[in-house]
């Protein structure tokens, strides 16, 4: 063993002292036989690669394709990290000689399609990242050599369906990661074979009903996320795993579960419904184990109705997490502390008021948990299902159809020709949610149109003929979160018709005519909840001071008008924006201090293509750690102000601007070489030096030396020899001192730390969308 230790460190230290083992842009630790290549926009894995290195980083490159048999030098790694390598593609065989890497990082890339073979030859494989990519695609067997993989993640991509077998061959693994897709449908077998998985993350998805089949074959799950999907209700039976013991269904739009949607899930101690909209729960039988019953977020009602679960989880020592939204005497009581005897209705006539608000045109008298009925009545050409979902699109209907079931949550009326939409055109829809009305030739709404519709929550009105909204348009819809009017002729920012809708928290109207911004016309005090406000795509030139005042706004699409300036004084009252774009406008000088007013808050700034000649050396003042994401392409930009004070940057684009190489330039050049990020720059002056990369040009080795930091952070060699060699030579000093990429953990530390406190955004991004 001893003997044998020693054969590869003289091996090695032989190794090490031939030149050219460590590749020229690679940092190698030959005690720890590993190799770092970071962000040097490396387009194929370093031909020169030690055969005995162990562990590869070969982070934010630019390989694009990963050709088959990559990395067939390299034979003895068992971690290799790719992550942020722009690859589109992993060819079949790609990895077949890494028999024994245990750790593939794929994360951060552009894969599309995993094929047959992409992963063949890793059969050591223990851990596989691929999330955040745009994977659509698991073609059959892509796993199936996989046979030690314990964790799959798959999270963010874009996989939509889930076919038979998709996972076969994964024998051992124990965790697999699917949040964060758009999935919304998973095929009866979907995780067949897989016999041994114990943890399930389906969140962030978009599956309206609960798998129940597919759930059956992963037989060894304890614990399933499935949050975050838009689920409205869950039928008897709906969960049937035997060994199950979390089950997470939280922040959906759960209205209604059956009290034996659980019963055959016998082990499950913790469940968790926060964030729904059920009012009432029966007691769920089943499971006997049943220790924690989150019922946090949903609009509980403590009447007689809630006795029967209150009473059952007291016997049965179930915690009941929440509160009681009403009546008002009990409102916000922890449900945990209400006694049984005062969960009452205080007279009959009471209760059936409070059931018919709760029921509306439901006339059977029955309990508001009842299941929905399985003939549902429905108007002529729409199609109505027990899902409470109704659909008449493109049917050709001139008004809109009455009786909808009263149940009804997502109702899609999108390409009929309703031109107008008279006062109260939605009669008996209170339990609408979602509201299709795309494409539909409107160019008038009457006040009151949607009066009925007190849960409406989403509201499409996009590619229609509105050139003005009546004041009283939106009234009687005061849930209203999300309001879609893009494309269509509005001239002014429809104010006071917003003015009557408190909770609205992202407002579309791209692809309109607005010229204007002016005080008040939007942000006013009645909508003080918007956060996202989507304008691209209008005529905008002015933007008055006070036109965008507002604690909340997070997001500010503001690319494609016909902006001259940065609206800097307008920006003054808006401490809490953390994305802007400014694309696409014409400005073609950025003065200083011009973000100073959201400096401490703003996270992503674009500025493409606006004609952008000079930008003041304190344009960028303020910004700091915060900013994330900085994007100047296509402008004509000759100068850009100091970057360095933006460490904190995953995403720079500088591309197409004609910069001129030459000393005052020196600071951005020793920055590019600092950073762990590939920033692409070009040259454009002086003409010999036309289309260079900035990060090649060798004139600035001749710069004085006085404009050198007074920290030795990083050295440019200033030999003037160097100047006729087509390619500096980087010192081994800036080669080494790659800062590693931010942990995420880090980042979010350093966002704690700044001064400003934020206010939360309200979590309803995801919940409920139908
Ligand atoms: C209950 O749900 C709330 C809201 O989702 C969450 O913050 C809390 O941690 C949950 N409690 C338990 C014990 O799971
Ligand atoms: C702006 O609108 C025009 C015409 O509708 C369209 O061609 C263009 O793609 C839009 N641009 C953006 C950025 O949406
Ligand atoms: C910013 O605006 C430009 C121009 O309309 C667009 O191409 C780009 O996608 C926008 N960026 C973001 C992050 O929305
Ligand atoms: C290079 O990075 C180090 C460490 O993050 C920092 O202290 C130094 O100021 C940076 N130098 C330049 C020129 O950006
Ligand atoms: C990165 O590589 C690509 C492809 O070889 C090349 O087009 C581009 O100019 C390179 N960028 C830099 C900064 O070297």
Same mark, same amino acid.
């Given at each position: 063993?001893?003997?044998?230790?020693?054969?590869?460190?003289?091996?090695?230290?032989?190794?090490?002292?031939?030149?050219?083992?460590?590749?020229?842009?690679?940092?190698?630790?030959?005690?720890?036989?590993?190799?770092?290549?970071?962000?040097?926009?490396?387009?194929?894995?370093?031909?020169?690669?030690?055969?005995?290195?162990?562990?590869?980083?070969?982070?934010?490159?630019?390989?694009?394709?990963?050709?088959?048999?990559?990395?067939?030098?390299?034979?003895?790694?068992?971690?290799?990290?790719?992550?942020?390598?722009?690859?589109?593609?992993?060819?079949?065989?790609?990895?077949?000689?890494?028999?024994?890497?245990?750790?593939?990082?794929?994360?951060?890339?552009?894969?599309?399609?995993?094929?047959?073979?992409?992963?063949?030859?890793?059969?050591?494989?223990?851990?596989?990242?691929?999330?955040?990519?745009?994977?659509?695609?698991?073609?059959?067997?892509?796993?199936?050599?996989?046979?030690?993989?314990?964790?799959?993640?798959?999270?963010?991509?874009?996989?939509?369906?889930?076919?038979?077998?998709?996972?076969?061959?994964?024998?051992?693994?124990?965790?697999?990661?699917?949040?964060?897709?758009?999935?919304?449908?998973?095929?009866?077998?979907?995780?067949?074979?897989?016999?041994?998985?114990?943890?399930?993350?389906?969140?962030?998805?978009?599956?309206?009903?609960?798998?129940?089949?597919?759930?059956?074959?992963?037989?060894?799950?304890?614990?399933?996320?499935?949050?975050?999907?838009?689920?409205?209700?869950?039928?008897?039976?709906?969960?049937?795993?035997?060994?199950?013991?979390?089950?997470?269904?939280?922040?959906?739009?759960?209205?209604?579960?059956?009290?034996?949607?659980?019963?055959?899930?016998?082990?499950?101690?913790?469940?968790?419904?926060?964030?729904?909209?059920?009012?009432?729960?029966?007691?769920?039988?089943?499971?006997?184990?049943?220790?924690?019953?989150?019922?946090?977020?949903?609009?509980?009602?403590?009447?007689?109705?809630?006795?029967?679960?209150?009473?059952?989880?007291?016997?049965?020592?179930?915690?009941?997490?929440?509160?009681?939204?009403?009546?008002?005497?009990?409102?916000?009581?922890?449900?945990?502390?209400?006694?049984?005897?005062?969960?009452?209705?205080?007279?009959?006539?009471?209760?059936?008021?409070?059931?018919?608000?709760?029921?509306?045109?439901?006339?059977?008298?029955?309990?508001?948990?009842?299941?929905?009925?399985?003939?549902?009545?429905?108007?002529?050409?729409?199609?109505?299902?027990?899902?409470?979902?109704?659909?008449?699109?493109?049917?050709?209907?001139?008004?809109?159809?009455?009786?909808?079931?009263?149940?009804?949550?997502?109702?899609?009326?999108?390409?009929?020709?309703?031109?107008?939409?008279?006062?109260?055109?939605?009669?008996?829809?209170?339990?609408?949610?979602?509201?299709?009305?795309?494409?539909?030739?409107?160019?008038?709404?009457?006040?009151?149109?949607?009066?009925?519709?007190?849960?409406?929550?989403?509201?499409?009105?996009?590619?229609?003929?509105?050139?003005?909204?009546?004041?009283?348009?939106?009234?009687?819809?005061?849930?209203?979160?999300?309001? *879609? /009017?893009?494309? !269509?002729? %509005?001239?002014?920012? &429809?104010? #006071? $018709? +917003?003015?009557?809708? @408190? =909770?609205?928290?992202?407002?579309?109207?791209?692809?309109?005519?607005?010229?204007?911004?002016?005080?008040?016309?939007?942000?006013?005090?009645?909508?003080?909840?918007?956060?996202?406000?989507?304008?691209?795509?209008?005529?905008?030139?002015?933007?008055?001071?006070?036109?965008?005042?507002?604690?909340?706004?997070?997001?500010? *699409? /503001?690319?494609? !008008?016909? %902006?001259?300036?940065? &609206?800097? #004084? $307008? +920006?003054?009252?808006? @401490? =809490?924006?953390?994305?802007?774009?400014?694309?696409?406008?014409?400005?073609?000088?950025?003065?200083?201090?011009?973000?100073?007013?959201?400096?401490?808050?703003?996270?992503?700034?674009?500025?493409?293509?606006?004609?952008?000649?000079?930008?003041?050396?304190?344009?960028?003042?303020?910004?700091?750690?915060?900013?994330?994401?900085?994007?100047?392409?296509?402008?004509?930009?000759?100068?850009?102000?100091?970057?360095?004070?933006?460490?904190?940057?995953?995403?720079?684009?500088?591309?197409?601007?004609?910069?001129?190489?030459?000393?005052?330039?020196?600071?951005?050049?020793?920055?590019?070489?600092?950073?762990?990020?590939?920033?692409?720059?070009?040259?454009?002056?002086?003409?010999?030096?036309?289309?260079?990369?900035?990060?090649?040009?060798?004139?600035?080795?001749?710069?004085?030396?006085?404009?050198?930091?007074?920290?030795?952070?990083?050295?440019?060699?200033?030999?003037?020899?160097?100047?006729?060699?087509?390619?500096?030579?980087?010192?081994?000093?800036?080669?080494?001192?790659?800062?590693?990429?931010?942990?995420?953990?880090?980042?979010?530390?350093?966002?704690?730390?700044?001064?400003?406190?934020?206010?939360?955004?309200?979590?309803?991004?995801?919940?409920?969308?139908?």
């Amino acid at each position: 063993m001893h003997f044998y230790t020693a054969a590869v460190v003289l091996l090695m230290l032989a190794l090490c002292l031939e030149a050219g083992k460590c590749p020229r842009v690679c940092s190698c630790d030959s005690t720890k036989l590993t190799v770092t290549c970071l962000g040097k926009n490396l387009t194929e894995v370093p031909p020169s690669l030690d055969e005995i290195t162990v562990k590869l980083d070969l982070r934010n490159n630019n390989l694009q394709v990963l050709p088959r048999g990559a990395f067939v030098l390299t034979p003895y790694l068992t971690h290799l990290n790719l992550q942020r390598c722009n690859i589109i593609k992993v060819t079949e065989g790609a990895f077949r000689t890494l028999g024994r890497v245990v750790s593939l990082n794929l994360a951060y890339n552009k894969i599309d399609i995993l094929y047959q073979e992409s992963f063949d030859g890793l059969s050591s494989l223990k851990e596989l990242h691929l999330d955040h990519n745009r994977v659509e695609e698991v073609q059959p067997g892509a796993f199936s050599q996989l046979g030690f993989l314990n964790m799959l993640t798959l999270t963010h991509n874009q996989l939509v369906y889930i076919p038979n077998m998709a996972f076969q061959g994964l024998h051992n693994v124990k965790w697999l990661r699917l949040s964060h897709n758009s999935l919304n449908n998973l095929a009866p077998e979907a995780f067949a074979g897989l016999f041994t998985l114990s943890r399930l993350n389906l969140d962030h998805n978009e599956l309206q009903f609960f798998p129940t089949q597919t759930m059956t074959r992963p037989r060894e799950v304890t614990r399933l996320d499935i949050s975050h999907n838009p689920m409205t209700y869950l039928g008897e039976e709906s969960v049937s795993m035997a060994k199950l013991t979390h089950l997470y269904l939280d922040h959906m739009s759960l209205q209604d579960l059956s009290d034996k949607a659980l019963s055959r899930a016998p082990l499950l101690s913790h469940l968790d419904l926060s964030h729904n909209q059920l009012r009432y729960l029966e007691p769920l039988s089943g499971p006997k184990e049943l220790t924690t019953l989150n019922l946090t977020g949903n609009p509980v009602y403590c009447n007689c109705y809630m006795q029967p679960l209150r009473g059952w989880a007291t016997v049965g020592g179930v915690k009941l997490l929440g509160a009681c939204a009403g009546p008002p005497h009990l409102s916000d009581e922890p449900l945990q502390a209400v006694a049984t005897m005062d969960l009452r209705c205080r007279s009959r006539v009471e209760a059936m008021k409070e059931m018919l608000e709760e029921e509306d045109e439901s006339t059977d008298g029955s309990p508001p948990t009842a299941k929905p009925k399985q003939k549902v009545k429905c108007p002529v050409n729409c199609d109505c299902d027990v899902t409470q979902h109704a659909t008449c699109e493109g049917q050709g209907h001139t008004k809109v159809p009455r009786g909808f079931p009263s149940k009804t949550q997502l109702l899609d009326l999108r390409s009929n020709h309703f031109h107008y939409l008279p006062a109260n055109s939605f009669p008996g829809t209170s339990q609408v949610v979602s509201l299709h009305l795309e494409f539909c030739k409107i160019h008038e709404i009457e006040a009151g149109a949607f009066r009925a519709m007190q849960n409406l929550f989403y509201l499409y009105l996009s590619d229609n003929d509105l050139t003005s909204l009546d004041p009283g348009a939106f009234s009687g819809i005061p849930e209203l979160t999300y309001l *879609h /009017l893009e494309g !269509n002729r %509005l001239a002014q920012l &429809p104010g #006071s $018709a +917003l003015a009557v809708l @408190p =909770n609205l928290f992202v407002i579309h109207l791209e692809r309109n005519v607005i010229s204007k911004l002016e005080p008040a016309g939007l942000l006013s005090s009645a909508t003080p909840k918007l956060r996202e406000l989507y304008l691209t795509n209008n005529t905008i030139s002015t933007i008055a001071k006070g036109a965008l005042d507002s604690s909340f706004l997070g997001i500010l *699409h /503001l690319d494609s !008008n016909q %902006l001259t300036e940065v &609206p800097t #004084s $307008a +920006l003054s009252q808006a @401490p =809490n924006l953390e994305e802007l774009n400014l694309s696409h406008n014409s400005i073609r000088w950025v003065g200083q201090n011009a973000f100073l007013s959201v400096s401490q808050s703003l996270k992503r700034l674009f500025l493409d293509q606006m004609g952008m000649e000079k930008m003041s050396n304190d344009a960028l003042a303020g910004l700091g750690p915060g900013l994330r994401a900085l994007t100047v392409r296509g402008n004509q930009l000759e100068q850009l102000p100091d970057l360095s004070p933006l460490t904190g940057l995953e995403m720079v684009d500088l591309q197409d601007n004609p910069l001129l190489c030459d000393c005052p330039m020196l600071p951005l050049r020793r920055w590019m070489e600092n950073v762990s990020l590939e920033v692409i720059a070009s040259c454009g002056h002086p003409p010999e030096l036309k289309g260079k990369m900035v990060r090649e040009v060798s004139v600035f080795t001749s710069c004085p030396e006085s404009s050198s930091p007074p920290s030795e952070a990083v050295t440019v060699d200033p030999r003037p020899s160097n100047l006729k060699k087509p390619k500096p030579r980087l010192s081994k000093a800036s080669r080494v001192k790659l800062r590693p990429v931010k942990s995420k953990d880090k980042l979010a530390k350093s966002s704690k730390n700044q001064p400003r406190k934020k206010p939360v955004a309200p979590k309803k991004t995801k919940k409920k969308i139908l």
